[in-house]
């Protein structure tokens, strides 16, 4: 495989890339310059649209069709929110965008601001990215003394401010309700929908919000063009009307039981195991991979047979995970043991499910105590279809929950116990040699603490 | 005897008034006007939160129950000079993350959550501080600790501990 040159991670490494001069002189912010001068916002959204690009905050949407939900002549204020809330175990990609290169981020604000008639944005950043916050509050600070935020942005009438607003440690916030309901001052919880956030978002006006790293590839997409974006990744299956491809290139996230992790970037659709083996420098110390998180704890697992599976939107969910999301790639070696595996995975979700909707908030915290029962010798093999049904039932998609936390709480389950669950059952056996049989109800355990 | 001393310093307010032509109401303040009493006071005790409320225009309610979803604001006493979240979560458990909390606790004498009894520093596990890169992690204050092994944990502890402290 020829290597491919990074786009989104160019300026990675180079010293002084977070600055405005740096950016400049890579030929930053002419892109917008010029689109502020001969575009009209109908012309961006045909621009994102034809791209091709999809969200790349673990969801997919097309960003374009995103945008032309919002309603044709508002009065306005319509606004746009960029969700930096990034905390999907395993997930950095954000991160590296914000630290190395804020500029690239900002310009593709300006122009999804643009796009969308927004004048005001607000970027959630997570609470434990300190050095993200003052990298792109000095970006913001450059970028409103060049004129580039703020009244009438470079002449052109069009006008825009830029917020940061700072979390406080929560995951939820990250789902875009969530993250409304967070930045108007209340609980983050998400809400139902409709209405759709385009439709009545924050302060019940018109929204969007978009990630991070969509708003790098809209820079992107406005300096180089839709032709070189849909040269990148993986074309839609002509068999399939309803599959809009993965265009673009995409950053990888890799860590866990690797050689070299970081974040590397690549064309939508590599494999698990050319990404491991050719960046990654293949899984640590000489040992085999047991499992592989395609994209973020919540997408489930994949075994060490399943490597082959392209990373594009629409390849792990056909070896059974949930979708690629965020593309956070996490490797676990031979040597660990699936039962703790799932156990750190369950503790994640019942620490951080909001608590909204019952059978999340029972669901996830009765999946932990069941896997601290059985890390405890006192596990029964009826546990493991105990634990099945509660994947099976919480979530959007068996219908019983407002947001995906829940379903991303449930594929780790699902996955675990589908694909492993002989190394469940002899763990069971091997701990609990005189009550694995045992089918009777157990005394109720103490209450976890949740979120 | 009744207290009339105020939580909120005039900084503290200003500070929070600076932001308010940020937003379209002042609830939206809430989050932000919570992480300026925190930074300064390293916890949000009850009275602040009447006193945001006020400064707001909301209930205290409203404004605790903001506060205590996050689970992030202490409340009952200020958090240690230093405060340090350690990773637990998928992909620096695999390499040992959970061994560097157990580790630091020990090494501090305390328990997750904990603080020691100079007030030098409060250990409290994380879930995934989005440094996987740099697997064990802990953020302490806004240092970012990478690749942690117990002898930098160790040193860690003995730097947070020390007279000078580490500067947040």
């Known amino acids: 495989m020829t290597t491919f040159q990074p786009v989104l991670l160019e300026a990675v490494g180079v010293a002084g890339s977070h600055t405005l001069a740096s950016y400049r002189s890579r030929g930053g912010y002419a892109p917008l310059e010029r689109m502020l001068k001969e575009k009209q916002p109908v012309d961006v959204i045909e621009l994102v649209k034809s791209s091709g690009l999809r969200g790349r905050g673990g969801a997919g949407f097309p960003t374009g069709l995103k945008w032309t939900f919002l309603p044709k002549d508002h009065p306005g204020p319509i606004y746009l929110c960029i969700n930096a809330d990034e905390s999907e175990p395993g997930t950095f990609n954000n991160r590296i965008l914000m630290e190395d290169d804020p500029h690239q981020v900002i310009e593709g604000i300006i122009l999804s601001a643009y796009a969308t008639r927004a004048t005001t944005a607000y970027l959630y950043l997570r609470y434990e990215y300190p050095q993200c916050w003052d990298r792109l509050q000095g970006a913001i600070d450059e970028a409103y003394a060049a004129g580039l935020l703020g009244k009438n942005i470079q002449g052109s009438g069009f006008s825009l401010d830029l917020y940061l607003h700072r979390g406080a440690a929560a995951y939820i916030c990250g789902e875009e309700t969530g993250l409304i309901e967070s930045l108007e001052g209340k609980r983050a919880w998400p809400r139902i929908k409709p209405p759709f956030p385009a439709i009545e978002g924050l302060f019940r006006k018109p929204t969007v919000v978009n990630n991070i790293e969509t708003m790098a590839c809209v820079a992107q997409i406005a300096r180089r063009g839709v032709e070189w974006f849909r040269s990148i990744g993986v074309p839609s299956d002509p068999n399939n009307p309803r599959d809009p491809g993965s265009y673009g290139p995409k950053l990888y996230c890799l860590s866990g039981h690797v050689e070299r992790p970081g974040c590397y970037e690549a064309p939508l659709g590599i494999t698990a195991r050319q990404l491991i083996d050719g960046q990654g420098g293949g899984v640590w110390k000489g040992r085999k991979a047991k499992a592989v998180i395609p994209g973020g704890i919540s997408m489930g697992l994949m075994t060490e047979a399943e490597l082959d599976t392209p990373l594009d939107f629409a390849g792990p969910g056909k070896v059974g995970c949930l979708g690629l999301g965020t593309a956070a790639v996490v490797v676990i070696d031979e040597t660990v043991s699936i039962v703790d595996f799932l156990h750190n995975s369950c503790r994640f979700f019942a620490h951080e499910s909001c608590g909204q909707c019952t059978p999340c908030r029972e669901g996830t915290a009765w999946s932990l105590r069941m896997l601290e029962r059985i890390r405890a010798g006192k596990g029964r093999l009826k546990d493991l279809d105990l634990l099945a049904e509660i994947g099976n039932t919480m979530g959007m998609m068996p219908g019983s929950t407002i947001c995906g936390l829940a379903d991303g709480a449930a594929w780790p389950i699902k996955n675990a116990i589908k694909k492993f669950r002989g190394e469940f059952e002899d763990y069971i056996k091997r701990t609990n040699p005189s009550g694995w049989m045992v089918t009777d109800p157990v005394p109720a355990l103490p209450i976890v603490g949740a979120h | ?168």
Not at chain 2, 32 to 49: G, K
Not at chain 2, 92 to 111: K, P, S, T, Y
Not at chain 2, 119 to 144: Q, Y
């Open chain 2, 1 to 168: 005897m009744i207290t009339t001393q105020r939580i909120l310093t005039p900084e503290m307010v200003a500070q929070i008034e600076a932001l308010a032509p940020r937003y379209p109401n002042r609830r939206a303040l809430t989050l932000p006007a919570l992480h300026i009493v925190n930074d300064c006071l390293r916890y949000v005790p009850f009275e602040a939160v009447v006193e945001v409320a006020q400064l707001l225009g909301l209930a205290p309610a409203e404004v605790q129950d903001t506060l205590s979803f996050y689970q992030f604001f202490p409340q009952d006493k200020p958090s240690g000079r230093t405060r340090a979240w350690v990773c637990r979560s998928v992909s620096c458990a695999l390499r040992g993350g959970e061994e560097i909390l157990d580790h630091i606790c020990h090494a501090a004498g305390i328990d997750p959550y904990g603080t020691t009894t100079d007030g030098a520093l409060t250990v409290e596990p994380a879930e995934c501080l989005g440094a996987c890169d740099f697997a064990p992690c802990m953020l302490a204050g806004k240092t970012l600790h990478k690749n942690l092994t117990k002898e930098s944990a160790e040193a860690f502890v003995r730097d947070a501990r020390s007279p000078a402290g580490i500067p947040s």
